[in-house]
């Protein structure tokens, strides 16, 4: 029986496999059978180790190379057909070039190994939002994390029928093997071979070299936000670096929200927040990724593609997220964490210390030896449906309608705890000026302000001066339908260099502020730079904050704000006369409004 009656997949399969010439082919059924057999099969290989199931049901935890631990923003290329239309803050080559280059890369690159072949839906089967990718890919680990991360298998070949649309995307580690050579617990290529490659007027994916996170696991970053994003440009809708939750008020009325943070904001938790203040709750709907097309109501209905949790494991914590904890008490894959004495895993800014363990390199480890236990993009890798508070709906095919954007940075001056926009296209302008401060560990004292427009700079599929007019279109189409835009900046610090805002929980009523915003229940005072929370207006009861501090933490610098109007234009000048004339528009307005 062939495993389906799509020609055009049954070609590309067979013609991938003449190229990388695996041992074997097998085609994922996404069934727990599977995910259990392969498993198993790593943890036998010596890849993998079982947690022990008293603490962690039906986990393991996986050390990667310690030379493959995280994207390759420098490896990563867009090879659309001009260099023009992947714009200045994407790598492009030449796809006819690149395409040669890695077509010798793949030759024989499977050898020894199973070439599994994928069917994924991004987004619940049959809904209008969705779409089908197929990953070819030499990596179990690769496969049993997609059956997390999206849903899998035979359900996808039946909804893809026999000529139905589909994105390829082809993934090998990169490391054939001889005959009778052993394989090492996590096979990748030097970083010079690696290649996270798309080609988006193809809709086509060729990734290289890498076996971790966002370079392998294609559905998620190369599909769902590089390739979506040029896809969503053609076709009239939005797929963004965004998380999804919904809000409900003490009166039962619901508000969906959409936001999106640059890396180290605090996105996850935010998306799973507790809040502070009593009677609101919040349900999760996606923690990275939202898809949004136009309903027949005329709404914005969004969706997560995904179906599980991708999470920066360091720092997440029953303090900082206990959703998240929660979340991953089983059936969860670990990356580069600290494996403890008792077979569980741990890492940095988790509640309990740790003294004794084996590090993320596979040495022997207490804190005392002064090295980091876990990798700082340690990761988990967790189903959605086991976070306690999951929406009911965040399956519903027809997507939640978006009452509210949210653009933000991690900022220690400047910018104001909340602004809202004046209107869509002032809205678009903070979006596309969003910046954020490096943290510690990253930071470079000539660039500790990078700014990130819409957290897309990695991920956008195209010319960035385009995805700008894209969201200007977009706000046309919905009219007085479209979602209110506002600004947060959780991090401003006094001048002493305290924080000012207490953050995770007590988000909670920033988020309130925007709502009663929306049902025109609270009111605002207008700055240069957007629409500020009247005194009194945001709800501080039972929060230790003294008038000072909420004063500063909602201060307008005009002088700051000149000078940053400076740097935002330089930033801008890269776009050239792609930079939408609404854009500058409201760049001559601001200045205005600080003269
Ligand atoms: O480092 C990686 O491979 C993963 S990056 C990632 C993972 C989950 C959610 N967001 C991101 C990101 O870089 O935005
Ligand atoms: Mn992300």
């Not at 809904?127 to 049993?144: A, H, Q």
Request: proline residues 7%; aromatic residues 10%.
């Amino acid at each position: 029986m062939p495993h389906t009656k799509h020609a055009k997949l049954s070609a590309w399969v067979d013609e991938v496999a003449a190229l990388c010439k695996p041992d074997q082919v097998h085609w994922c059924d996404g069934s727990e059978n599977e995910y259990s057999r392969l498993t198993e099969e790593m943890i036998a290989s010596g890849s993998a180790t079982r947690l022990n199931p008293a603490k962690r049901p039906n986990s393991v935890h996986f050390r990667s190379h310690p030379s493959d631990v995280a994207r390759v923003e420098d490896r990563t290329y867009i090879a659309s057909l001009t260099r023009d239309a992947a714009g200045p803050t994407n790598n492009w080559v030449d796809p006819v070039e690149l395409k040669k280059t890695m077509r010798g890369l793949y030759d024989g690159c499977m050898r020894g190994r199973t070439m599994y072949v994928i069917p994924f839906s991004m987004g619940p089967i049959g809904s209008p939002i969705s779409k089908i990718g197929i990953e070819i890919t030499d990596s179990p680990y690769v496969v049993t994390n997609m059956h997390i991360m999206t849903r899998v298998g035979k359900k996808v070949l039946a909804a893809l029928g026999k000529d139905g649309e589909f994105i390829p995307c082809l993934h090998s580690v990169g490391a054939p093997l001889q005959p009778g050579e052993k394989d090492v617990a996590w096979p990748c290529a030097p970083i010079e071979k690696k290649y996270i490659s798309h080609f988006p007027e193809e809709n086509l994916i060729w990734s290289y070299g890498s076996g971790y996170g966002g370079n392998a696991l294609l559905g998620k970053k190369c599909l769902a936000l590089r390739i979506a994003s040029a896809m969503a440009k053609r076709e009239g809708w939005m797929a963004e670096h965004m998380l999804i939750l919904r809000l409900t008020s003490p009166e039962g009325r619901r508000f969906h929200i959409a936001a999106a943070f640059p890396s180290a904001c605090g996105k996850t938790n935010l998306a799973m927040l507790q809040p502070t203040i009593p009677g609101w709750k919040v349900e999760c709907i996606g923690d990275d990724i939202a898809w949004m097309k136009i309903g027949p109501d005329g709404r914005l209905r969004a969706i997560n593609p995904e179906a599980g949790f991708f999470g920066v494991a360091p720092g997440t914590s029953f303090r900082s997220n206990p959703m998240a904890m929660e979340s991953i008490r089983r059936n969860s894959i670990f990356t580069n964490c600290v494996l403890t004495d008792e077979g569980d895993i741990w890492w940095e800014g988790m509640d309990d210390p740790c003294n004794h363990g084996i590090d993320w390199k596979g040495k022997e480890w207490t804190p005392a030896g002064g090295q980091k236990g876990a990798h700082p993009n340690a990761r988990f890798t967790a189903p959605a449906r086991q976070c306690p508070i999951i929406c009911p709906d965040w399956e519903d095919p027809a997507g939640v309608p978006i009452d509210i954007f949210i653009f933000g940075g991690r900022r220690s001056a400047v910018v104001p705890l909340v602004t809202q926009s004046f209107n869509w296209d002032h809205g678009v302008y903070l979006g596309a000026t969003a910046a954020s401060e490096a943290t510690a560990a990253a930071l470079d004292v000539k660039h500790a302000l990078r700014r990130d427009p819409f957290a897309m700079l990695p991920f956008c599929g195209y010319h960035m001066g385009d995805y700008w007019a894209h969201w200007f279109e977009m706000g046309d189409k919905l009219g007085d339908k479209a979602p209110k835009i506002f600004y947060v900046n959780w991090f401003r610090k006094s001048p002493e260099g305290k924080w000012l805002w207490p953050g995770f929980g007590d988000n909670a009523r920033v988020l309130k502020w925007m709502c009663e915003r929306v049902a025109g229940k609270a009111a605002a005072q207008e700055s240069p730079i957007g629409m500020l929370p009247s005194k009194d207006a945001l709800d501080l009861k039972g929060l230790k904050i003294g008038d000072a501090e909420v004063t500063e933490l909602l201060r307008v610098d005009k002088a700051a704000w000149k000078a940053e109007l400076a740097d935002i234009e330089q930033f801008m000048s890269q776009f050239g006369d792609r930079v939408p004339a609404r854009m500058r528009a409201q760049l001559e307005q601001m200045r205005h409004r600080l003269s």
